[in-house]
Antibody, heavy 123, light 110 residues
Framework: EVQLVESGGGLVKPGGSLRLSCAAS????????MSWVRQAPGKGLEWVGR??????????EYASPVKGRFTISTDDSENAVFLQMGSLKTEDTAVYFC??????????????WGQGTMVTVSS | QSALTQPASVSGSPGQSITISCTGT?????????VSWYQHHPGKAPQLLIY???NRPSGVSDRFSGSKSGNTASLTISGLQADDETDYYC??????????FGGGTRLTVL
């Protein structure tokens, strides 16, 4: 059974940094495209970015609002995905979900999700 | 990459059918058959309803169906039930290898 568990959320000041973790079980993150999706309070879902498996060059792509500030990486030994967030802005306040893109049903769909972790950027 | 356009809200009575539209561009919805639909209860993880425009994951009711024409995809929910009342989102893979979501639609069951 695929499981994803996020951690690392919390309160951080504008301009600060935070690292989110997503521990995977039931599959290897090295066999999947792993994405981060966020939802700001009262807003809709927003794709943040993705990392491809090492077999595909561990290529990353990011949404425009976070490009240059956020970095996604994986650790095979921990079977985990990370979202390193820097130069944080108040508009980055959101629940952050990790999700396996296209793993269970293909077509770049998100069937497997974590429960989310809250990030609050405030002074 | 702009969000896909969905109506902010739709409503229907129990037993009726409703359709939620999702309009993109020729660089996303119109380019690929990689449109998905999600049901999202606040505070929970989104649930995949439709993938690849019109396919249902195992366990999803056949009351949910999807289609696409040009740059617009649609989700139809038939036989509306009270517990269908929540938020619905579409998403599409894009020409630039990213994913874009719709702004979300709140369904009210009258």
């Amino acid at each position: 059974e695929v499981q994803l568990v996020e951690s690392g959320g919390g309160l951080v000041k504008p301009g600060g940094s935070l690292r989110l973790s997503c521990a995977a079980s039931g599959f290897s993150v090295n066999n999947a495209w792993m994405s981060w999706v966020r939802q700001a309070p009262g807003k809709g879902l927003e794709w943040v970015g993705r990392i491809k498996p090492k077999t595909e060059g561990a290529t990353t792509e990011y949404a425009s609002p976070v490009k240059g500030r956020f970095t996604i990486s994986t650790d095979d030994s921990e079977n985990a995905v990370f979202l390193q967030m820097g130069s944080l802005k108040t508009e980055d306040t959101a629940v952050y979900f990790c999700a396996a893109e296209g793993y269970s049903y293909g077509y770049h769909s998100f069937y497997d999700w974590g429960q989310g972790t809250m990030v609050t950027v405030s002074s | 990459q702009s969000a896909l356009t969905q109506p902010a809200s739709v409503s229907g009575s129990p037993g009726q059918s409703i359709t939620i539209s999702c309009t993109g561009t020729s660089s996303d919805v119109g380019f690929y058959d990689y449109v998905s639909w999600y049901q999202h209860h606040p505070g929970k993880a989104p649930q995949l309803l439709i993938y690849g425009v019109s396919n249902r994951p195992s366990g999803v009711s056949d009351r949910f169906s999807g289609s696409k024409s040009g740059n617009t995809a649609s989700l139809t929910i038939s036989g509306l039930q009270a517990d269908d009342e929540t938020d619905y989102y579409c998403s599409s893979y894009t020409y630039s290898s990213r994913v874009v979501f719709g702004g979300g639609t709140r369904l009210t069951v009258l």
